[in-house]
């Protein structure tokens, strides 16, 4: 069975290494969708694969190193793509997490980045 638990935050960025020309040069801001996806078996007592509340106090300290900041700020995202924020939230989150199967992370709800490890 596979569960996804969505979490939101916004936060401003720019993306150094492409041409100044290029308008993600610039700082920017973006209302970013991120989506853990955990996989395991259900379990016959609770019906969960994973409380939704044991996802939500794992992810929160993670959330709040994103939410309302500068990407560039955080360490690890000095190139704060949604490639790297997603796989800077895998590398934090796995080890809490271990059913964590994938993390997907959206620009805008058009624009996204998957990351399965």
Not at 18 to 40: D, N
Not at 64 to 74: F, I, K, S, Y
Not at 85 to 101: D, N, T, V
Request: charged fraction near 20%.
């Amino acid at each position: 069975m596979k569960i996804t638990q969505a979490f939101t935050f916004e936060a401003a960025h720019r993306l150094p290494r492409v041409p100044e020309t290029h308008r993600c040069f610039r700082m920017h801001g973006h209302s970013y969708r991120a989506e853990l996806a955990l996989e395991g078996p259900v379990d016959p007592v609770t019906g969960f694969v994973i409380d939704f509340f044991e996802v939500e106090a794992a992810f929160a300290p993670l959330l709040a190193r994103l939410d309302h900041h500068c990407l560039n700020e955080v360490e690890g995202l000095e190139n704060p793509t949604a490639e790297h924020i997603a796989m800077w939230i895998w590398q934090r989150a796995k080890p809490l997490l271990p059913l964590l199967c994938s993390v997907r992370v959206y620009e805008t709800p058009q624009c996204w980045a998957e990351y399965q490890g």
